[in-house]
């Protein structure tokens, strides 16, 4: 069966430094991956796209990786602030005849330390 | 402009009891979908609904789930003799289109809590 899997485990953090975060992926070929950040009480909101021929992307201080071959994609947080401090979901995605889906992560909770 | 919204925000209510959750999707958003998500846990797919195509109900859990969805407005997750198990913050979707990669815009989620 189709099998996501980010790391339960908090990652604490020393402001400043980079948040490295990963989700691997079995029994799956996505066609995409996107990376959401949600705050507690409040829904998911989205942040990064990447296709699956599409190596990294950047936005600002964030940057996703997405290595089909190892079925992993890493997403990290350069120069790390408080205020990045959330928890962090990779979800797969493909096309299907009927329209696309979704498949999400567990989901990582990142607490940055001033 | 106005986001996704959801009610009731919260929701307590006896085990067999039926639940009804709306939900309000941006104007435009032809796809609409539902999760559920448990503390502490990711998010479940529930189903999700297309323009007028069929929805995907292949997510719900159990017959006691069903959703509608009126034309590519407001949208409505009833759940009928509810569970303990069924307690969880039930989270609403919408996109633009679903036939390219569009980002999901989410609502806060209305929070049950079964008896």
């Known amino acids: 069966s189709q099998k996501i899997e980010q790391n339960s485990e908090a990652l604490n953090i020393q402001e400043g430094k980079t948040a490295t975060l990963t989700c691997n992926y079995t029994?799956?070929?996505?066609?995409?991956l996107q990376w959401y950040r949600q705050d507690p009480g409040r829904g998911p909101v989205f942040l990064l796209l990447?296709?699956?021929?599409?190596k990294e992307k950047r936005k600002e201080r964030l940057k996703v990786t997405f290595d089909t071959t190892l079925k992993q994609s890493l997403f990290h947080i350069t120069a790390s602030q408080p205020a990045d401090s959330a928890t962090y979901l990779c979800?797969?995605?493909?096309?299907?005849?009927?329209?696309?889906?979704?498949?999400f992560g567990g989901g990582t909770r990142v607490l940055v330390k001033p | 402009g106005a986001g996704v919204s959801q009610s009731p925000s919260n929701k307590v209510t006896e085990k067999g009891k039926d639940v009804e959750l709306r939900c309000d999707p941006i104007?435009?958003?032809?796809?609409l979908y539902w999760y559920r998500q448990r503390l502490g846990q990711g998010l479940e797919f529930l189903i999700y609904?297309?323009?007028?195509?069929?929805?995907?109900k292949s997510g719900l859990p159990s017959d006691r789930f069903s959703a509608e969805r009126t034309g590519e407005s407001v949208s409505t997750l009833t759940i009928q003799r509810t569970q303990q198990e069924d307690s969880a913050v039930y989270l609403c979707?919408?996109?633009?289109?679903?036939?390219?990669?569009?980002?999901?815009?989410f609502g806060p989620g209305t929070r049950l809590t079964v008896l």
């Open positions: 979707a919408s996109s633009l289109a679903n036939l390219q990669e569009d980002e999901q815009f």
């Open positions: 029994n799956y070929s996505p066609a995409y």
């Open positions: 990447i296709r699956e021929n599409e």
């Open positions: 979800a797969l995605g493909r096309f299907g005849a009927a329209g696309n889906k979704l498949t």
């Open positions: 104007s435009g958003h032809t796809a």
């Open positions: 609904f297309q323009g007028n195509s069929a929805p995907d």
